[in-house]
């Protein structure tokens, strides 16, 4: 089982995210920046109704597989795999607002590792070609020796049934240029038993 950070872990695809990674029996931390919201994860109450969501999130609480912070610190150095899920809603002119992003992928790259290497996935609803700006920031404010790559993830959620559409997917859609990467997150979704489709970015 992995260690895993989910940054955006108290919004709508976060949460749904981290709360069904944990269910799979992952090591999870929830990074939100809403620091209420986080004391009302911790306490076990979701600020978002959806079948099923207070029950298993309340469960892999107790279970000490699930917990909350506001802290890159805290999230980022320990996870293996870090999936960005940040909100991305459309400006004026229809264009994805990007600014949540770039400030989550700046600072996922000034707190990994030095010396190790961490996948990015990238779920944050954004045009072609945002994994190369994501993985820019990343390296941009990495220690010089730490290795990372990103895998494009995009979701693909009903809302109300968020938690049975992670956990009973009819596919599994990932791109990216790194093989052992894709590999990886791709293992995290077999247990589903969904065709994964691989492709690059």
Known sequence: ??????????????????????????????????ATRVERLNRGDSPIYEVGLPEMLRRNLDEGRLRFTTDYADGVPGSDIVFLCTGTPSLSDGEADLRQVRAAAASIGAHLRPATSTIIVNKSTMPVGTAELVAGIVAEHAPPDAVHAVVSNPEFLREGRVLHDILH???????GDDVDALAEVSALYEPLGAPILRTDH
């Open 1 to 34: 089982m992995k260690p895993i950070c989910v940054v955006g872990g108290g919004g709508y695809v976060g949460l749904g995210y981290a709360v069904a990674l944990a269910e799979l029996g992952h090591q999870v931390v929830g990074l939100d920046i809403d």
């Open 169 to 175: 997917p009819d596919r599994v859609v990932l791109g």
